[in-house]
């Protein structure tokens, strides 16, 4: 068990839904990273957030987004879903943003858009 | 990021150490070398890192290239436990945030 909680486990949608995937950092876990793990793609990082800001940027859709709450959890909001957009997502977390800091991933959440 | 390359697969016996070689050919001297694996069904998880030197922790040791072209990662002894697959990732320090770009791993066959 890692420490961070990603809720739901399992999600199962339709095309053109919106969804919201929640993630709760290991405690004193100051940033946060979701990335996504399909199939054809593999594992690509999403968006990276520190104490509330956002810090990173990687190959996230304009139909995406996140924010980092002042409690520290973090969602990511999917719309305008597609079937492409079926995959596994994880979250992971860190204590700080240095380079030698572990990154600590959550057992994922599971999209199935239909 | 600077690019790693890693064989698709190995495979290993139950009890038997496990060399996992990775290509870093254009790493530049602020490159991190970090391992993850992600077991079946699982999130990855981090196995090890370092920079320069070796480096050994209860999971495993990272031997490291003099010219840091190239690295290994060494589990001493694979269990069925450590099927996975393992990724080399190098984390650049001129990059904005510290995220992880994963490439397709090495797959770990261990057989009992």
């Known amino acids: 068990d890692s420490g961070v909680t990603q809720t739901p486990k399992h999600l199962i949608t339709a095309t053109g839904q919106r969804v919201t995937l929640r993630c709760s950092p290991r405690?004193?876990?100051?940033?946060v990273y979701w990335y996504q793990q399909s199939l054809d793609q593999g594992l690509q990082f999403l968006i990276q957030y520190y104490n509330g800001e956002e810090r990173a940027k990687g190959n996230i859709l304009e139909r995406f987004s996140a924010q980092q709450f002042p409690d520290l959890h973090s969602e990511l909001n999917l719309s305008s879903l597609e079937l492409g957009d079926s995959a596994l997502y994880f979250c992971?977390?860190?204590?700080?943003?240095?380079?030698?800091?572990?990154?600590?991933f959550g057992p994922g959440t599971r999209l199935t858009v239909l | 990021d600077a690019k790693t390359t890693q064989p698709n697969s190995m495979e290993s016996n139950e009890e038997e150490p496990v060399h996992l070689p990775c290509n870093h050919s254009t790493i530049s001297g602020t490159d991190y070398i970090h391992w993850y694996r992600q077991l079946p069904s699982q999130g990855p998880e981090y196995v090890i890192h370092g920079l320069t030197s070796n480096v050994n922790n209860r999971m495993a040791s990272l031997a490291i290239a003099e010219d840091r072209k190239s690295s290994t990662l060494i589990l001493h002894r694979a269990t069925l436990r450590d099927a996975a697959v393992y990724y080399c990732i190098l984390r650049d320090e001129q990059a904005a945030g510290n995220k992880l770009t994963f490439g397709g791993g090495t797959r770990v066959l261990v057989k009992p």
């Open positions: 992971a977390s860190s204590v700080g943003a240095g380079l030698d800091n572990e990154q600590f």
């Open positions: 405690s004193g876990d100051l940033s």
